[in-house]
């Protein structure tokens, strides 16, 4: 029988070996870029999560395409859990009904899926966090909008420059790049670092 002669996997240096590197050095390096007064929005932010529901809110997040993904993502790190066996914390993705998604895009167009449900689930006292890598989504800025009329907390996550949507919320995490893969993993650790100070505040508090 004839040897093979193809190398096993793992025995042979990759072409895109460099490539790689490169990308995960930029991913570090975007994030070693927070300035220390984004470091602290971001606490703040974990501080406000927590006081919410620990009030009886919740967390409402919303996002198009990668940053509808990152919603639901973190939405289920609060439901279930990050790190530590707690009850349940109340936080929901408005990007998962598509049964309501469709026929508000149908019935009030595209730019209104989020804030027409946030007119329906939204009361005072409440947490929302809009993700855009642009900042300048339609539906997220009506979304945001509409949050502040319904009595909401509303956090901004974008980009460098904010966009539209850095004048519209109450609190903005830009994150120190305009590329929306850095920007998207940057937006998932903020993520991740909020959850888990919450879950260290109600550990605290219990």
Known sequence: MKASS??????????????V??????S????SAFSAELVERIAQLAERAAATLAAGGKIVLFGNGGSAADAQHLAAEFVVRL??????????????NTSVLTAAANDYG????????IEAL????????????????ANILRG???????????????GETGGALGSVVNLLLNVP??????????????GHIVCSIVEQIRAAGS
């Open 6 to 19: 193809s190398s096993p996997a793992g025995s042979r240096k990759s072409t895109y070996a460099a490539v």
């Open 21 to 26: 590197r490169a990308q995960l050095e930029e």
């Open 28 to 31: 570090c390096r975007v994030k």
């Open 83 to 96: 790190r530590d066996d707690r009850p349940a914390l109340a936080a929901l993705a408005l990007t998962v």
């Open 110 to 117: 595209f730019e209104n899926i989020f804030a027409r449900q």
């Open 122 to 137: 939204v009361v005072p006292g409440d947490l929302l966090i809009a993700l855009s890598t642009s900042g300048t989504s």
């Open 144 to 158: 945001a909008e509409a949050g502040r009329h319904r009595g909401a907390f509303v956090a901004g996550w974008t």
């Open 177 to 190: 790049s305009r590329d929306a893969q850095r920007i998207q993993e940057s937006h998932i650790t903020i």
